[in-house]
C-alpha cells in the first residue's frame, strides 16, 4: 500500500514539475518573441556562468535536505512556489505536529501535502490580490513610517518562536548545540545567508543527535 | 496599473494569470489526492479541516511580506514580473541578484526604471535560468532520496528510532537558524540587524505558545490547538507595534549587530 500510493505521488509529482519547468521556460520565450528582443548570446553566456555555480550547486542541497522533510507531495508543490524555508517549510511542520503525524509516514505525507497545497493557493491568492487591488496602498501597510512597519520587520522571529516552543520543549536536548553554533557562526560571519546558516545548524543538530545516541542519552 | 507601459500591458497581465492558474490547479490536484487517502488512512475531517484553517493563518503574514517585496522590485522592472516571480520559485534576494546579473551582463544596472524591451527581456531569462534548478533535479533525485531514507529508517526499531530523531534534529536545525538569526544576525543591506526588537518578539512568541499549550492542555480544547501557532505568530507581531508604541526610542531601536 505505502509504495503504491508513493510511487503514485512520483508519477504526479514528476508530470506537473515538467509542466512547471515548460510554464517557466515559456515566459522568457513569450516575452523575447512578442517584444522580438532575444538577449545577445555572449550576455546570456555571461549569466550563465554567474548564475549557474550559485544556485544549481545551493539547489542540489536544498533538494537533499528538503525532501525528507516535506514528503514527495510537498516536495514537488513547494518548488514549484518556492518561498520553503520561510514559509512553505514551518507550514508543514506546524500542521503534522498539530495533527500528531511523523514525516516520512503515509499519514505525514498526506497532512504536510494537504498544508503546503493550502498554503501555495493563500500566499498566490494574497499576492494576486495584493497587486490587483492594493499596490498603491501597500507601501502604507507595510513600509517606512506606517503603525504596521514594526510588526512586519519581525514576521520571521514571530514565526520561529511559536514554531521553537513547539518543537524544543519536546526535544531540548536537542536544542542548545545547532542554536549555539548558529549563534558562533553568525558571530564571524554575520551576513551569513540563511540558506548557508540552515545547513551548518542542521548538520550541528545531526551531529548533535549521533553523540547523543552514543552516549545512550537519547 | 500602467496598461501602456510594456511591463504591465496585456501580455504581461496574461502571463501572470496563466501562471497562477497553474499553481492554483497543481495545489487543488494535490489536496485532492492528499486528502482522499488521508480518509483511507483513516484519518479524521476534524483534523483535515484544522489543516486547512491553521494553514491558511500561518500563510497570511508570511505571504503579506513576500507582496511586499514584489513592490520593491516594481520600481524597476514594472509590478507584473515580480509578481509572477515571486508566485513562482522566487524570493527577493534571488530575483534581485539575477536582475542585477544581466543588467550587469548589458551594461546598466537595476537602480532605475527599465525602459528597454531586450534589458526587460535579458532580465526574465536571468531568473528563469537560476531558478528551475530544483526542478530540472527533482525527477532524478526526489523519489530515489525519499526510497533510500525509508529503507534506512524502517530497517529495524533501532534505526526507526534513530531515523525519527534524526528527522526531529533536521527540523530543530531548520528552526534553530532563524532562532540564531534572531539573537545575532544581520543582512547586507543591514535592515535586519538582531537586537532588543528581534529577541524580544522571539521571546513574546514562545511564551505565548506555551502558555496556549498549556491551557489548551488543562481544560482539554484539542480544538483550539491548531490555532495556538499562528495565533502565538501574530500576538508576537502585535508586540512588536506595542514595543514600538510604549518603549523610548533607544531602546526599540538597539542592536547589537
Known amino acids: ?218 | 496599473m500602467d496598461f501602456t507601459d510594456f511591463k504591465t500591458g496585456g501580455l504581461m497581465l496574461t502571463i501572470a494569470l496563466g501562471v497562477i492558474a497553474f499553481v492554483i490547479a497543481q495545489s487543488l490536484f494535490f489536496i485532492v489526492k492528499s486528502w482522499k487517502h488521508a480518509k483511507e488512512l483513516g484519518i479524521s475531517s476534524s483534523t483535515l479541516k484544522n489543516t486547512v484553517v491553521s494553514s491558511i493563518l500561518f500563510t497570511i503574514a508570511p505571504a503579506v511580506s513576500i507582496l511586499a517585496t514584489v513592490i520593491v522590485l516594481a520600481d524597476s522592472l514594472g509590478i507584473i514580473l515580480p509578481w509572477i516571480r515571486l508566485s513562482v520559485i522566487g524570493n527577493l534576494a534571488y530575483e534581485t541578484t539575477a536582475a542585477q546579473t544581466a543588467l550587469e551582463a548589458l551594461g546598466g544596472s537595476l537602480t532605475g526604471e527599465i525602459t528597454d524591451t531586450t534589458e526587460f527581456a535579458t532580465v526574465s531569462w536571468a531568473m528563469t535560468i537560476g531558478s528551475i534548478a530544483p526542478l530540472v533535479l527533482l525527477p532524478f533525485l526526489c523519489k530515489k532520496l525519499q526510497k533510500t531514507i525509508g529503507k534506512a529508517v524502517n530497517k529495524n526499531e533501532t534505526a526507526s528510532k534513530l531515523g525519527d530523531a534524526i528527522s526531529a534534529a533536521a527540523f530543530i536545525g531548520i528552526v534553530s537558524a532563524f532562532v540564531a538569526r534572531a539573537i545575532a544576525g544581520t543582512t547586507a543591506d543591514g535592515t535586519g540587524n538582531a537586537g532588543f526588537m528581534s529577541v524580544a518578539v522571539l521571546v513574546v512568541s514562545i511564551i505565548v505558545m506555551v502558555i496556549l499549550e498549556l491551557i489548551c492542555k488543562k481544560f482539554d480544547l484539542e480544538k483550539l490547538r491548531p490555532f495556538t501557532m499562528p495565533v502565538s505568530m501574530f500576538v508576537g507581531m502585535g508586540s512588536a507595534m506595542l514595543f514600538e508604541a510604549v518603549l523610548p526610542a533607544e531602546i526599540v531601536n538597539f542592536v547589537w549587530r
Open chain 1, 1 to 218: 500500500m505505502q509504495k503504491n500510493y508513493f510511487d503514485r505521488v512520483h508519477k504526479w509529482g514528476i508530470s506537473w514539475d515538467i509542466g512547471a519547468l515548460l510554464i517557466l521556460l515559456a515566459i522568457p520565450v513569450t516575452i523575447s518573441t512578442y517584444f522580438n528582443a532575444w538577449p545577445p548570446l555572449k550576455v546570456l553566456g555571461e549569466i550563465l556562468l554567474t548564475l549557474i555555480p550559485l544556485y544549481w550547486i545551493t539547489a542540489v542541497a536544498e533538494v537533499i535536505i528538503y525532501v525528507p522533510m516535506l514528503g514527495a507531495g510537498g516536495t514537488y508543490l513547494s518548488f514549484v512556489t518556492g518561498n520553503l524555508s520561510n514559509l512553505k517549510i514551518p507550514c508543514g511542520l506546524a500542521a503534522m505536529e498539530n495533527a500528531k503525524v511523523k514525516a516520512n509516514t503515509e499519514e505525514g505525507e498526506v497532512v504536510s501535502t494537504i498544508a503546503i497545497g493550502v498554503s501555495s493557493i493563500t500566499t498566490t491568492v494574497i499576492i494576486a490580490v495584493g497587486v490587483l487591488a492594493f499596490s498603491p496602498v501597500l507601501p502604507y501597510i507595510t513600509g517606512e513610517g506606517s503603525a504596521f512597519e514594526p510588526a512586519f520587520n519581525q514576521v520571521l522571529p514571530a514565526l520561529f518562536g511559536a514554531l521553537a516552543a513547539s518543537y524544543f520543549a519536546k526535544h531540548w536536548k536537542l536544542v542548545p548545540l545547532p542554536v549555539i553554533v548558529g549563534v558562533i557562526a553568525l558571530v564571524f560571519a554575520p551576513t551569513l545567508g540563511v540558506g548557508i546558516l540552515m545547513f551548518i545548524t542542521i548538520f550541528a543538530a545531526i551531529a548533535g543527535v549521533l553523540i547523543l545516541y552514543k552516549l545512550k542519552w537519547l
